[in-house]
């Protein structure tokens, strides 16, 4: 028999040295309880989470979104591709004929519409979780860890490795 490790125990999760190492723990944890909630909406959060940026901002540009998510372009390409094969967004005309602008479609918003709801029990699933002084510190620390993590690559040389 195999020992289960309950990770809602506070000493289950070691440190691990390496902040990239734990930000990506934390957020594998976070996708894995609200794709579980969204299952059965047949939507992935990252899928929704894409959906729910085109829904607030209407048409806009790849590199808008890309900037919205930190997403570098081939992550963001594949997951757009893969959106637009479900038919949930399209391109549509821009002004300047080489942008391509991505639209939600019907079957889009109908998806995301239907996908809210689920959204919202895996959002109140994890509040609840947590303290309110601690979900207000989250929400401080991922600004600051995400502003620190853009302000350190923007102070690096171009390809450099040190």
């Not at 829904?55 to 637009?84: H, M, V, W, Y």
């Amino acid at each position: 028999m195999r020992p289960s490790t309950d990770l809602a125990a506070p000493d289950a999760l070691v440190n691990l040295p390496c902040a990239c190492a734990t930000v990506r723990r934390a957020a594998r944890a976070v996708t894995q309880l609200y794709d579980r909630h969204l299952r059965a909406t047949q939507i992935e959060g990252t899928q929704f989470a894409l959906l729910s940026v085109l829904s607030s901002l209407g048409p806009c540009n790849q590199a808008a979104i890309g900037e919205r998510f930190a997403l570098d372009k081939t992550t963001l390409s594949r997951n757009l591709k893969l959106l637009k094969n479900k038919r949930w967004i399209e391109a549509a005309a821009a002004a300047d004929g080489r942008e391509r602008r991505y639209v939600l479609t019907a079957a889009g918003e109908k998806r995301l519409a239907a996908a809210r709801p689920a959204w919202r029990r895996a959002q109140e699933h994890l509040r609840a979780s947590m303290s309110e002084k601690e979900w207000d510190a989250m929400w401080k620390v991922f600004r600051t860890l995400t502003t620190a993590a853009h302000t350190a690559r923007r102070g690096m040389p171009a390809g450099s490795t040190k």
